[in-house]
């Protein structure tokens, strides 16, 4: 595993916000998969167990290629947008 990258078992839950429902609101609890939780969930040992990479969120995400995306990185561009008018200020 590159160094700085954890594995977690993350567990989810989503539904339409209460205020728009054509909104929607989630959390994830994760749990940092270290040799005391492979103690506690003995599946977490299983070489046949699928990994999948994830981020954050959507908006955050830069995965390229995410076959989950369903909101453009939205806040990656525009911290991309900033870098770029702050180089192009610098140079006049």
Do not use: W
């Not at 160094?3 to 078992?9: E, H």
């Not at 728009?20 to 103690?39: C, Y």
């Not at 995965?63 to 192009?88: F, G, K, W």
């Amino acid at each position: 595993m590159p160094i700085g990258i954890s594995k977690y078992l993350c567990f989810s839950l989503a539904k339409p916000a209460f205020t728009n429902p054509k909104r929607g609101v989630s959390v994830t609890i994760g749990l940092l998969v270290n040799p005391q939780l492979k103690g506690i969930f003995h599946f977490l040992k299983d070489p046949k167990l699928k990994y999948r990479e994830v981020h954050t969120t959507c908006e955050r995400c830069g995965i390229s290629d995410c076959e989950a995306r369903v909101a453009s990185p939205s806040i990656i561009e525009h911290r991309a947008n900033e870098q770029e008018v702050i180089s192009t200020l610098e140079k006049l």
